[in-house]
């Protein structure tokens, strides 16, 4: 016989499967130090990369100075300069990172204890041979 | 006029919902459409890509991919159209965007529609719409957005702007080249006067929707939409000197009014409901103030339609067959009282 309350909830696992779920599943994967800090170093990666091609384009605009000058250039004044702006936006990203992705760890985890509820509500259904057994509400997804 | 409104949102979720797949394929195409066309109004310079069925090829192609692809494809017609006046600048574009990407958009993927919709949004004239948007839907990170939207926008001016020197002179595929549109863009206030204005409406359209008071919303996008007027009409006369003060106030009202409608058809609220309820549990007070929803339930339209029956040689004519009855009872009746005689 059809269980309404079953279809209900195997539809609402579905959906999520196909949606959200997917990337939070694969968020789950990890302890939640371990995502942080694997994103954290993703997110300085990124950054260090943008932050070449930031340095490219300067150099590309000043081209002309930096070749005409090139013996002359304050190599050490520059050089800690260029230092110093990276490693504020190492730090400022570290932070942001920090901020982001274990807020985002934190609503993936949520979502999937949720999903795990609804797991076990579903093997106890089956074990039970179909017959439903009252659980409180919950929420959705 | 409130319920003909709250009828055409229900009527257009109802749409929505049932052919949702069809309707996104539908929107992502026109909007692709829309783009390229603008692009190549504005920026033609590609023959390539000046060809309809390129453009009507690509339209469809970006209304079937997923999401990312779609702002790829964008971004890359750009680049193309840029390659076309200098290779050098395609470069440059390139790494813009590979730094935009690397810098902003890997955090928050969705701000990347909010960037590549401002440039747009200016060529139609309301690009007023997009901090109004940003301060009701989205957090103050999209702030940045706004800032980098603007940012590519005057990319494209003086790339437009750098065109025309191109085709007089060969300094097209020069550093020269790509300097002179830098200098184009440092030195031009009014683009900093936007980026600040933008950023802060979106900021104070962000944090006068999250008070608690009745229709937040709605003061939110107000105050947003009157600062913008005001203040892009000051920027326009001081520090532009444009004659197009018209334009911009045009500009700004339809902005605002397309706010308002956006806001209605993400969330009305019936403040004459509102309840303040408190409860606790073990851990909490807890202060609640519950709005509701306005909603209309959908007309339930019932149109019966009565056909006139076709006569055939069964059916039987009413009028013929009530007379001949009377007919007959009268018979009947005059036949007894004579037989009474």
């Not at chain 2, 009527?11 to 929107?27: M, Q, S």
């Not at chain 2, 066309?37 to 023959?47: A, F, I, P, Q, T």
């Not at chain 2, 334009?247 to 706010?259: K, M, P, R, W």
Request: with cysteine.
């Amino acid at each position: 016989m059809l269980s309404k309350k079953k279809i209900k909830i195997m539809f609402r696992m579905a959906s999520y499967e196909q949606g959200v779920g997917k990337k939070d599943l694969n968020t789950v994967r990890f302890y939640k130090a371990d995502y942080v800090r694997l994103n954290i170093l993703k997110s300085v990666v990124c950054m260090t990369i943008a932050y070449a091609l930031v340095l490219g384009l300067v150099i590309f605009y000043n081209i002309e100075y930096v070749i005409k000058n090139a013996v002359k250039l304050p190599y050490d004044s520059i050089g800690i300069k260029t230092l110093g702006i990276y490693i504020f936006l190492v730090v400022f990203y570290v932070f942001v990172s920090l901020f982001v992705y274990s807020s985002r760890y934190g609503h993936a985890r949520k979502r999937v204890q949720r999903y795990f509820k609804y797991l076990k509500y579903l093997s106890k259904y089956y074990e039970n041979d179909g017959e439903e057994y009252e659980e409180e509400e919950r929420d959705d997804f | 006029m409130i319920f003909k409104l709250l009828e055409l949102k229900n009527f257009i979720k109802r749409i929505g919902d049932r052919y949702w797949v069809y309707v996104k394929i539908l929107i992502k195409f026109v909007s692709a459409l829309a783009i390229f066309g603008l692009m190549n109004y504005h920026m033609g310079y590609s023959e390539v890509m000046d060809n309809v069925i390129i453009t009507l090829g690509l339209s469809v192609i970006a209304a079937f991919s997923p999401d990312a692809v779609f702002s790829i494809i964008v971004m890359l017609v750009s680049i193309v159209q840029v390659y076309s006046v200098s290779l050098v600048l395609a470069v440059v574009m390139m790494v813009v965007y590979l730094i935009i990407y690397f810098a902003y958009v890997r955090f928050v993927p969705g701000q990347i529609y909010v960037i590549l919709a401002i440039p747009f949004l200016y060529i139609l004239g309301i690009p007023y719409v997009m901090p109004l948007i940003c301060g009701v839907f989205f957090a103050p990170y999209s702030i940045i957005s706004n800032i980098l939207g603007i940012l590519i926008y005057y990319v494209y001016l003086a790339v437009e702007g750098a065109a025309g020197l191109s085709g007089e002179t060969s300094v097209s595929n020069t550093i020269n080249f790509f300097n002179v549109i830098v200098d184009n863009i440092r030195g031009n206030r009014y683009m900093l006067f936007s980026m600040i204005i933008f950023a802060f409406i979106a900021l104070l359209t962000y944090i006068i929707r999250i008070q608690n008071f009745n229709h937040s919303s709605d003061v939110s996008l107000l105050t947003g939409t009157v600062l913008l007027l005001v203040a892009f009409v000051l920027s326009s006369s001081f520090i532009e000197n444009s004659d197009n003060i018209v334009n911009v106030i045009v500009g700004v009202c339809v902005s605002g009014l397309i706010a308002f409608m956006v806001q209605f058809f993400r969330i009305s609220l019936d403040y004459s409901g509102v309840k303040n309820i408190q409860f606790q549990d073990d851990e909490y007070y807890y202060y609640v103030r519950a709005v509701p929803k306005l909603s209309v339930s959908a007309l339930d339209k019932q149109v019966k339609t009565i056909h006139a029956q076709i006569p055939t040689s069964n059916t039987m004519n009413l009028r013929e067959t009530i007379e001949k009855t009377f007919e007959e009872s009268e018979h009947k009746v005059t036949g007894t009282v004579e037989e009474d005689r």
